[in-house]
């Protein structure tokens, strides 16, 4: 019996109307286009705007696009993984909120964070149903509502954090194409460096934790850049070595969207020149766990079946991590 793989059959994305741009952030915060761009490499990003809007509404549409796409209904859905650092709520899991909103009725389904690593670390998690059998199609969720938890008083964090989603569905592969391999890393010692310290059980919401500013993302952002660009480019490499491939034998790199030169970084450590990379970080900025897939859903038409795909990501925690897939339509 061939062995089976967990591959990407579908893909999806969506991103809000409004686009916040570097000209309306200047009348904001103490900042300019020249000065983002530079450091960045972002020039807009998305926003959610308007009343009752949730992470989970930037899904529904992803997701309803994808399973039509795909030809399928909600209802054969088995399993949802909603990779997210802004639920909806701490619970229910915006995952059985989704699940209701597409009617996906036979679904169970859980939220998973790990930051910007999530969408890597939540397709590592799903592969394992396909390969066992238990499972037939898994849905990878990638969503974050940032301007939700963003301080537009900040210039150091508000610059760099948009609104968007990115789907995909998982399903069993026996021609040798999906996921070949992962390696998945944590250190939760660099959590003092990325954080939202309010809202958990350490800091419970209060007047005071309000007034502290302990609700929005927090950022050491020399230290967390440190890390980024040498953990995110020494994994991308690490799997390529193990996996006994060269630069020419890769389609794409596919690298979370956070700053322009840790994609750089990551890039040429890979020896992997600009036209091999998934760059959209000018348009859409961090997106958290929707960086990855909104990658994919903007280039799916340039994606050939049996491409090589490296994936690489860098997040809070810290989290980091990379996977290689082969691309399977």
Same mark, same amino acid.
């Given at each position: 019996?061939?062995? +089976? ?17 570097? *000209? ?9 286009? &020249?000065?983002? =761009?530079?450091?960045?490499? +972002? *020039? &807009? ?15 529904? #549409? ?15 859905? $088995? ?8 639920? $909806? ?47 037939? *199609? ?9 301007? @939700? ?22 399903? #069993?592969?026996? &021609?040798?194409?999906?996921?070949? $391999? ?6 939760? @010692? ?33 230290? =967390?850049? %440190? ?21 020419? $034998? ?22 992997? #020149? ?6 959209? +970080? ?6 958290? @766990?929707?960086?990855? #897939? ?5 280039? &799916?038409?340039?994606? %050939? ?25």
């Amino acid at each position: 019996m061939s062995k +089976i793989h967990a591959a990407i059959t579908a893909v999806n994305g969506y991103v809000p109307d409004y686009i916040l741009t570097n *000209k309306e952030l200047e009348t904001m915060v103490d900042t300019n286009d &020249e000065w983002i =761009v530079s450091r960045t490499g +972002i *020039k &807009e990003r998305r926003i959610l705007k308007g009343e009752g809007l949730a992470t989970s509404d930037l899904a529904v #549409p992803a997701v309803k696009g994808l399973l039509e796409k795909r030809g399928i209904t909600a209802a054969e859905i $088995d399993l949802i993984i909603f990779c997210t650092s802004t639920p $909806d709520m701490l619970f229910p899991a915006t995952a059985n909120i989704l699940a209701d909103k597409i009617g996906a009725k036979n679904a169970w389904g859980y939220d998973l964070q790990a930051a910007c690593s999530g969408f890597l670390f939540g397709l590592t998690t799903g592969s394992q149903f396909i390969e066992s059998g238990k499972h037939k *199609k898994v849905l990878v969720v990638g969503a974050d509502k940032m301007s @939700s938890v963003v301080n537009y008083t900040d210039r150091n964090t508000c610059i760099l954090f948009g609104d968007g989603c990115g789907a995909v569905l998982l399903e #069993p592969n026996t &021609e040798g194409n999906g996921i070949q $391999d992962t390696i998945l890393k944590t250190d939760g @010692s660099g959590g003092q460096y990325l954080n939202i310290k309010g809202g958990g059980s350490l800091n419970p919401a209060s007047h005071e934790t309000v007034e502290a500013g302990l609700h929005y993302a927090y950022q050491e952002g020399k230290t =967390v850049f %440190k890390f980024a660009v040498t953990n995110m480019a020494d994994v991308a490499h690490e799997i390529m070595v193990r996996n006994q491939l060269t630069a020419d $034998d890769i389609a794409w790199l596919v690298p979370h969207q956070a700053n322009k030169r840790i994609i750089d970084a990551t890039a040429e450590r890979a020896g992997l #020149p600009e036209e091999k990379v998934m760059i959209n +970080i000018h348009k859409y900025g961090n997106t958290t @766990s929707g960086t990855i #897939p909104l990658c994919l859903w903007e280039w &799916e038409s340039q994606l %050939k079946k049996g491409d090589n795909l490296i994936l690489a990501a860098f997040g809070g925690g810290f989290t980091w991590g990379s996977i290689y897939l082969k691309w399977a339509y």
